[in-house]
């Protein structure tokens, strides 16, 4: 996501930088409406150390937020409300 971003940094403090990340996300306690805006905060804190793109590491953080809670939760509720409860007989 950074690279299509066009953050650019190099690949290896990419990984400790990500690993660290997640460590922080981790620890952190979050409630579900503000988990982008703490996504988004810590990213551009480690990130940007690395980079001035503020927009794109946020951009970025955003996208995989986007890949990773809303599409599974989206098709899980198309998925449930497709169940039918009781047969008409």
Sequence with gaps: ????????????DVVCT???????????PTI???DLGIRGAAGLQLFGL??????????????I???NIIIP???GSLF?????LFRNR
């Design 65 to 67: 937020w986007f890949l």
């Design 50 to 63: 690395l980079s001035t793109n503020t927009d794109g590491i946020f951009f970025s953080a955003a996208g």
């Design 32 to 34: 579900p409406v503000a």
């Design 1 to 12: 996501m950074l690279h299509i971003f066009s953050v650019e940094i190099y690949w290896f």
């Design 80 to 84: 449930v409300l497709s169940i039918k």
């Design 73 to 75: 939760a989206i098709a």
């Design 18 to 28: 990500t690993s660290v990340l997640f460590l922080v996300l981790a620890i952190l």
